[in-house]
């Protein structure tokens, strides 16, 4: 949007009446664009950008201390005897490192999130033990550690539990050093947690292992979505990407733990993968994604909030309605995964940057389909709103409808 509103009647008139007045418009034009586009920019947060010789000396120190046994993970020796292979560095604005590599021939994401207290929060009991002292923990006490972490971000399984033994396994003697400790802290980022809780969902990026702090998920490129000022993907090509999107709210309605809300809605945050029945999208970038108990906790906080209007209660793209009359957030959400596909996905008309279908739809569905998105993008009336079946149905419907496929419900 452009930060000087424009008469763009007297505009056309006067670049109408000379070629050098037609110059001068243009460029009064371009200017303003650039100065808008330049005031927008500053005011954006600078992602965090790595080089790849930072990114390499990272690597070598990593593995400087899985020699040195201070590091460990099933990742470890792959990553430190060159069987991987890095690439290139990504720049993020939340993770310190997210790293592109290779191994057995198939691309993987290097990722890594920022390490939890160093000085570790164990109770008095624990200190009190004579399993502990200034340079070990105890394996048992180990898992007592990391099993009161999992009861404070309320996420409790055998199967996950488990898993961090086997990554943060201690040494034969049964011990398991502070400084290893302290990387397993690392792991329990929620991002490493939903990749482990959700390793059986098909929309969930595969968990490949672990070393120390870093994890690696497989990679789910992002170049297919977003389209631009000038959108030349095929018709057939946006309706089985958001026949692919569809497939992903449901399937992430309907996990073991129940929906995996996903707040942070944007097109770099969701990867493509090609399968046999057209594509596979998935959530690259699950910092902003909570199960129901954790999502309700991180409405509970938001409503401590001051609020004027209902856009002051949000996070990111999960809304939530200002009180009128307490002037606080209502401590729930009103939009869910459908909602906000419909809202962030599928029309997000922007300057130079278009959502699936706005641009390019056929004039014999153009009608009803704008219809359905309408409805689909409005934020519910009631609080935590399941998804309704009926819109993805009509959704799926007109879509197939549109490229010659019989839907069959």
């Known amino acids: 949007m452009l930060a000087y509103p424009l008469n763009l009647t007297g505009l056309c008139r006067c670049c109408a009446s000379s070629k050098p007045k037609l110059l001068l418009c243009i460029g009064f034009v371009i200017a303003v664009i650039f100065f808008s586009y330049d005031t927008l920019k500053r005011k954006m947060p600078t992602p965090i950008r790595c080089s790849n010789s930072a990114s390499e000396y990272f690597l070598y120190e990593l593995c400087g201390n899985y020699t040195k046994r201070l590091a460990s993970g099933s990742l470890c020796h792959p990553l430190c005897t060159g069987q991987v292979t890095y690439k290139q560095c990504l720049g993020h604005g939340i993770t310190p490192h997210v790293l592109k590599a290779s191994w057995k021939g198939t691309n993987i994401i290097l990722k890594v999130k920022t390490v939890l207290d160093k000085n570790l929060p164990l109770n008095s009991s624990l200190m009190k033990s004579k399993q502990f002292d200034r340079n070990y923990f105890n394996i048992n006490a180990n898992l007592s550690y990391i099993k009161h972490i999992l009861d404070e971000k309320r996420i409790v399984n055998m199967e996950t539990l488990d898993y961090m033994f086997s990554e943060c396994a201690g040494y034969e003697n049964g011990v398991l050093s502070y400084q290893k400790m302290w990387y397993c802290q690392a792991l329990l980022a929620r991002e490493f947690l939903l990749s482990v809780l959700l390793k059986d969902s098909l929309n969930v990026p595969k968990l490949y292992g672990t070393c120390g702090h870093v994890f690696a998920v497989e990679d789910a490129p992002d170049a297919i979505l977003g389209g631009r000022f000038f959108d030349y993907r095929p018709w057939d090509t946006k309706v089985k990407l958001a026949l692919a999107f569809l497939d992903m709210v449901e399937r992430l309605d309907n996990t073991t733990y129940g929906t995996l809300y996903i707040c942070d809605f944007k097109f770099a945050n969701f990867g493509v993968l090609s399968v046999d029945s057209g594509y596979l999208v998935k959530p690259i970038d699950m910092d902003m994604a909570w199960l129901p108990s954790q999502m309700k906790r991180v409405m509970v906080k938001e409503s401590a909030r001051w609020c004027s209007k209902d856009s002051d ?96 419900g």
Request: hydrophobic share 30%; glycine share 4%; proline share 6%.
């Open 313 to 408: 209660c949000r996070v990111a793209a999960c809304l939530s309605k200002c009180n009128q009359w307490t002037h606080h957030c209502d401590p729930d959400f009103y939009t869910n995964n459908l909602i906000n596909t419909c809202r962030w996905i599928f029309t997000n008309a922007k300057a130079f940057r278009y959502g699936l279908f706005d641009q390019g739809v056929p004039q014999k569905i153009q009608r009803h389909l704008s219809n359905l998105l309408k409805i689909c993008s409005t934020p519910s009336d009631e609080p935590s709103p399941p998804t309704s079946t009926s819109m993805v149905k009509d959704l799926r419907q007109v879509l197939h409808k549109s490229i010659g496929i019989t839907f069959d």
